[in-house]
């Protein structure tokens, strides 16, 4: 039997005054070993634990007691007769396009597509390609309508005239998509999130008396509205606000959500488990800029340190084209490197590029506003960011090389060296971790000279910082001090 802390006795405690519940629990301080606490503590009772991934889930089946029901938000809403739907074979945006019809939907995108400016980028394709990625963005969202604000932005497209045009062009295409996809027999593939969106449409009632949401500062609106309208049950989110990082795919933070609209109570684990003092420092530095009032402490068992690292074990990156230069630079070196997620994004980041160059358009959702390569390279000399990078790689080593590079990757088990973006590296952890220098300081404001940092940012900063169990060189982040404010 496991002796819980003080902080996780707490947190128990609080479950047993039968109140909604909200713990912030910061990196490797034993957030799913205080759920089995809570969950063991109350066998009478029905519980429903919400995983973030099937991988999580599995191993909750595994080790939670028998009175809990382990599942991801998707299998919760699944059900047989998506099935057929589901397993139908891929389809392009390409095949989407000319089974919808887009062309005639649109009335002729060339007309819209020259208020642009765009013309060669929006083809039929390319226009499919976004009208789907407006309905995903509607899924994840607690909507009953989808309405322009779910079109996405693009690089490229960031003026008004052009964000009216675009939504024009996308949005008839988008509702149709939809309308689509709520029909048996409609044309379009089907994915989890549709059915995901169909089931929290209807307003499911969980079968269930305690309802535990675990890594809830990534969950999607959707989900979180169907929790939130358990009122039957007690509901019990865990996560850690500073570790919110996938705002830009429509992930929110639900922890503010139960504080807010149930009035949950607080507890806080900040006991890391993971690693010692120094490293336990180096993310207190983040958590400051976070603006949150957990401070973790490290573990005095461990023996971790903060400094310069020849060999990492994994190096972290900001961009999927600073993590493209890293593992470029290893195979080089003649270092068997594995990319985390595999090197399928890598391949179509190159694929992309070599289109553009040759004059064709591209669906890929960091370069589908731009009509041609020039047209990034001029973008990206505007900006100082990941196109700029991606530009200097394809320019540098060519969009065949790049691709054969993934191609050479080897298995994270047999890897001298694993390279990651911090993204991808949520929930990992490694020995030895060096943070790469495409992690950039904010630029002086031209008025104040005050460096702003966006707050995304720093939790992104925090999330890599804490990967590291034994040694961080975190040399490419030494700049935190000189920020002077945070943005939303």
């Known amino acids: ?91 392009t945006a390409f095949q989407a396009a000319q089974a919808l019809g887009v062309d005639r939907i649109t009335g002729g995108i060339q007309r819209i597509a020259t208020d642009l400016g765009h013309v060669k980028a929006m083809t039929s394709k390319v226009v499919m390609h976004t009208a789907l990625e407006t309905v995903e963005r509607f899924c994840h969202s607690a909507d009953d309508d989808l309405a322009a604000r779910h079109v996405p932005r693009y690089d490229g497209l960031t003026g008004r005239d052009a964000r009216a045009a675009l ?124 603006g949150t009032p957990l401070r973790l402490t490290g573990w005095q068992a461990c023996e971790s340190s903060v400094g310069p690292v020849d060999q990492p074990d994994a190096i972290l990156c900001r961009t999927n084209a600073g993590a493209v230069g890293v593992v470029l630079e290893a195979l080089g070196a003649g270092r068997k490197a594995a990319l985390v997620g595999g090197g399928s994004e890598m391949k179509r980041l190159a694929w992309a590029a070599r289109d553009l160059q040759q004059g064709k358009s591209t669906d890929h959702p960091e370069l589908l506003a731009f009509p041609s390569w020039s047209a990034v390279r001029e973008y990206a000399e505007e900006e100082d960011g990941s196109l700029r990078t991606l530009v200097r790689l394809i320019d540098e080593f060519g969009a065949e090389e790049i691709a054969d590079a993934a191609d050479a990757l080897a298995s994270e088990d047999s890897a001298e060296l694993i390279v990651s973006t911090a993204h991808k590296a949520k929930g990992r952890e490694w020995p030895t971790v060096r943070i790469h220098g495409d992690f950039r300081a904010p630029k002086p404001d031209p008025g104040t000279g005050h460096r702003i940092l966006p707050r995304e940012e720093a939790r992104l900063a925090y999330v890599a910082v804490t990967r590291a169990r034994q040694r961080l060189d975190n040399a490419a982040l030494s700049w935190v001090g000189t920020v002077t404010a945070v943005s939303d």
């Not at 947190?11 to 109140?19: E, H, L, N, P, S």
């Not at 089946?61 to 299998?75: Q, R």
Request: aromatic share 8%; proline share 4%; glycine share 6%.
């Open 1 to 91: 039997m496991v002796t819980p802390t003080p902080e996780q006795a707490a947190a128990i405690a609080a479950y047993g005054d039968g109140t909604d519940l909200v713990i912030q629990a910061g990196a490797g301080c034993g957030k799913s070993s205080t759920l089995k606490l809570i969950a063991r503590a109350d066998s009478r009772r029905r519980m429903a634990y919400v995983a973030y991934n099937r991988s999580i889930a599995a191993d909750a089946k595994k080790t939670f007691p028998a009175n809990v029901a382990a599942s991801t938000g998707h299998g919760l809403a699944f059900d047989q007769r998506w099935l057929p739907r589901l397993q139908r074979p891929r389809q």
């Open 167 to 290: 939504v024009e062009l996308v949005l008839p295409v988008a509702r149709t998509a939809w309308a689509d996809l709520r029909r048996e027999d409609g044309v379009l593939k089907f994915s989890h999130d549709h059915y995901l969106k169909l089931w929290a449409l209807d307003r499911p009632r969980l079968a269930a008396d305690v309802v535990l949401l675990d890594e809830a500062q990534d969950t999607n609106d959707v989900l979180a509205a169907v929790l939130l309208d358990q009122d039957h049950a007690q509901r019990i989110a865990v996560g850690d606000s500073a570790q919110q990082i996938y705002a830009w795919r429509g992930a929110k933070d639900a922890l503010g959500r139960f504080e807010r609209e149930l009035g949950a109570q607080l507890a806080t684990l900040s006991q890391s488990f993971r690693f010692g003092p120094a490293v336990a420092e180096a993310a207190n530095a983040w958590l400051y800029l976070v």
